[in-house]
Each structure stands twice: as C-alpha cells, then as structure tokens.
C-alpha cells in the first residue's frame, strides 16, 4: 500500500477514535456557554470529563503521545509544563510517557511560600512544550507561556488534542509559538455528523462558529 494512501486511513482511523470518544464521554454540548475569554459559543467541547473514563484517557493519551513523537520528536523540547487546569492530566501523561520532566503553571499567582507562577524545576534556557487539551483564541497558552518565559524557560511549541479554529494558531504565532493540534474542530465536526452523532443543524452551528473566528 503507497505511503501516502496508508497515511490518510491512519488519520480517518484516528478522527474517527477521538469522535468516537466524544460521543461516548459526551463531552460535546450545545446551547450558550461563556468560555475563560469571556466569547460566549453555541457548543462547548469539555474535554475534561475524559479521564473520568480510563479506557478513553488511555486512546487519547497514547494518541496526544504518539502526535507529539512524530511532528516533535523527543529531543524537540527539554520540559513539559501544563496549562490548568482542562490540561494538567494530559500533560502529566505526556511528560511520563516521554520521560521528560514535568512542570506547570498556575491561574493565580501563589501569595505564599515562594510566589511562583512556574510550578517544577525550571531552568534559564529550558525548551518548554505546552500542552493544553483544546485552543479557541490562544488566551490561556499565551499566558502559561509569558509566566515560563519570565523565569527563564523557552516556549516555541504548543501541543493541543483540539482547535476549534477560532484564531488561536494565528496569534500563538504572532508570539513565536506553533500550535500543533492533533484534530480541528472542523474535521471532528464532520465525523460526528457522518457517524450520526449530531444532527446538520449542529454540524452547521460548528462550522459557522468557526467562520466567525
């Protein structure tokens, strides 16, 4: 089978897991939700609810794993450090399957004991990938970046399971960062509607949400 052909069925397959998944955990909604952006949107991802099911944080942990090997490779970066708190669980997996070491930031800055915003060990000159488990407007990923970067670390990459496309990869780039996403919102989308699990109306809110971004 020609390399190319064996590469789109892997990324059908994997569309099609990660859809499966969001069906199963129920882990996408519709209605009006006010985001941490303060965007109000007409459906609402939360991917949160996902290591509630051990079986799906398994696939889509070894899926995030397997991403972040393959556009990045191992030697791409020195830390991971998490974005709470929807991706601290993913990005612990990351950095123990990857054996890296593991760090985070906070929401808050801690007005106790040390004050840090950077929790772990944290070196000047440190190469820092973020992981996060979806981005809409890059809000969140571009300030757990300013935080390592004013302690020293370096942070050109991001690494998401989602991006629901509504320009997050585009500022991230205005900062020096590349944001790799394993599925756009978009693509999942339209799985779901070809699996029956949304109805066109709702396949059409998603795919007008993400022109409006």
């Known amino acids: 089978m020609p390399a190319a052909r064996q590469r789109k069925e892997s990324e059908v397959s994997l569309e099609e897991e990660i859809c499966q998944i969001l069906k199963k955990t129920n ?4 209605g009006a939700f006010k985001l941490s952006s303060g965007r109000v949107t007409p459906y609402y991802v939360d991917l949160r609810v996902i290591p509630s099911f051990p079986e799906a944080f398994r696939i889509v942990s ?20 998490a974005v709470p708190i929807a991706g601290t669980p993913f990005a612990s997996i990351v950095a123990l399957r990857l054996k890296k070491p593991f760090l985070y930031t906070r929401q ?8 840090r915003r950077v929790e772990g060990v944290l070196m000047p000159g440190d190469r820092v ?3 996060d488990d979806l981005v809409t407007t890059g809000l969140s990923l571009r300030r757990a970046s300013s935080y390592i970067k004013a302690e020293g670390g370096v942070v050109t990459d991001a690494f998401v399971l989602l991006d629901r496309e509504e ?11 590349n944001l790799h996403a394993v599925l756009k919102v978009s693509k999942a989308a339209k799985r779901l509607y070809e699996m029956n699990a949304i109805e066109e ?13």
């Open 167 to 177: 320009g997050g990869k585009k500022r991230l780039k205005k900062t020096g960062i």
């Open 201 to 213: 109306e709702q396949l059409n809110t998603i795919l007008k949400q993400v022109k409006l971004g």
């Open 108 to 115: 808050n800055l801690r007005l106790r004991g040390r004050e």
């Open 27 to 30: 882990a996408l909604e519709f």
């Open 129 to 131: 990938l973020l992981v």
């Open 62 to 81: 070894d899926i995030l794993v397997d991403a972040i090997g393959k556009e990045l490779g191992a030697e791409g970066f020195d830390r991971v450090g």
